[in-house]
């Protein structure tokens, strides 16, 4: 059984719909949950950053985090074709050394495609 | 905000040559990086982390005979593919820690990545 599991899609959404993007994991270690947006040969780049339970909301973005489930969620509001790509979830476990930041587990990525 | 430039996007080389892949933080300085590797539709899994004048720290099953990792200075990683070949091919993504804003959080910004090819 994989860390993180995050059905990898593809996700075929028109445009104004609502997107809800999951992830599940198993070590309850995981402390740090991310969100990354990484379009199609480039580098992820960091949307949505959470340690504890409960909901983060940036813009129309919002991050929940249920850690007694191990279940994370990212939603996105009235979705734009910009927001097509694929979306990774990430998480890491607290360590107070600074090494530790880079073990990111990630998930496989949902691809998302957000039509007009 | 933080920005992590690498280079080269795109590497196109032949069997058995060597590659080598910099990453540069342009705006902060990074004690620490980071190496991925990405497979097409498949998430990142780290190779190594890059430490600052000291020797990289692999992660179990990445040779680091065959990828060579260089931190001379707080803003410079390299990853050097040698001897490459075809099952080498993939994404490299480059990363560097940085803190940000006033929460406190430390968190990882991305390179744009080097797609290698090995013929």
């Known amino acids: 059984q994989k860390e993180v599991e995050q059905d990898p899609g593809p996700l075929s959404v028109p445009e104004g719909a609502i997107v809800s993007l999951n992830c599940t994991y198993s070590?309850?270690?995981?402390?740090?949950f991310m969100w990354y947006r990484q379009y199609s040969r480039k580098g992820p780049e960091l949307l949505m950053y959470?340690?504890?339970?409960g909901n983060k909301e940036d813009g129309r973005f919002t991050a929940q985090v249920d850690k007694s489930s191990k279940y994370i969620s990212l939603f996105i509001r009235d979705s734009q074709p910009s927001d097509s790509a694929t979306y990774l979830c990430?998480?890491?476990?607290?360590?107070?050394?600074?090494?530790?930041?880079?073990?990111?587990?990630f998930g496989q990525g949902t691809i998302l495609t957000v039509h007009p | 905000g933080a920005v992590v430039s690498q280079h080269p996007s795109r590497v196109i080389c032949k069997s058995g040559t060597s590659v080598k892949i910099e990453c540069r933080s342009l705006?902060?300085?990074?004690?620490?990086m980071f190496w991925y590797r990405q497979f097409p539709k498949q998430s990142l899994m780290l190779m190594a982390t890059?430490?600052?004048?000291?020797?990289?720290?692999?992660e179990q099953g990445v040779e680091k005979d065959k990828f060579l990792i260089n931190h001379a200075s707080l803003t410079l990683s390299t990853l050097t593919v040698t001897s490459a070949h075809p099952e080498d091919s993939s994404f490299y993504i480059c990363?560097?820690?940085?803190?940000?804003?006033?929460?406190?959080?430390?968190?990882?910004?991305f390179g744009a990545g080097s797609r290698l090819t090995v013929l």
């Open positions: 990363s560097a820690r940085h803190h940000r804003g006033i929460s406190g959080a430390n968190v990882l910004t």
């Open positions: 070590n309850s270690a995981f402390q740090y």
């Open positions: 959470t340690y504890s339970s």
């Open positions: 990430a998480m890491r476990a607290f360590n107070a050394g600074g090494t530790s930041y880079g073990k990111l587990t």
């Open positions: 705006d902060f300085q990074a004690t620490t």
């Open positions: 890059s430490n600052e004048g000291s020797k990289a720290t692999y």
